[in-house]
């Protein structure tokens, strides 16, 4: 059973950073990309960053980029997101998923992603 399980979630200031991490089970994510998406109340869940499971390859939305840094920790089987410089709009439950995708194909939309957990709250105060 394929699992994945965000924490580190949680309350900061605006300018401030958190670490968000991701540990997946349940079968082997060699071939896919991992992705992270928010979500506030009444909006569309979107993509935020994404990172190749077996060469690290990264990709981001362009609201975070220069702030926001993906990792990954293959012993560990966990994907990390770094987020620095946090704003007010920032504030979201973050998700973690799962995209089967070879090589060049990076998928930013949630049809794309096959795998997902349940979410960690990230409220940023101003």
């Known amino acids: 059973q394929v699992q994945l399980v965000e924490s580190g979630g949680g309350l900061v200031q605006a300018g401030g950073s958190l670490r968000l991490a991701c540990a997946a089970s349940?079968?082997?994510?060699?071939?896919?990309?991992m992705g992270w998406f928010r979500q506030v109340p009444g909006k569309e869940r979107e993509f935020v960053a994404a990172?190749?499971?077996?060469?690290?390859?990264?990709y981001y939305a362009d609201s975070v980029k220069g702030r926001f840094t993906n990792s990954r920790d293959n012993a560990e089987n966990t994907v990390y997101l770094q987020m620095n410089s946090l704003k007010p709009e920032d504030t979201a439950v973050y998700y973690c998923?799962?995209?089967?995708?070879?090589?060049?194909?990076?998928?930013?939309?949630?049809?794309?992603?096959?795998?997902w957990g349940q979410g960690t709250q990230v409220t940023v105060s101003s």
């Open positions: 990172i190749r499971w077996n060469d690290g390859n990264t």
């Open positions: 349940g079968r082997s994510f060699s071939y896919y990309v």
């Open positions: 998923a799962a995209a089967e995708a070879w090589s060049g194909y990076e998928p930013t939309e949630l049809y794309e992603y096959d795998y």
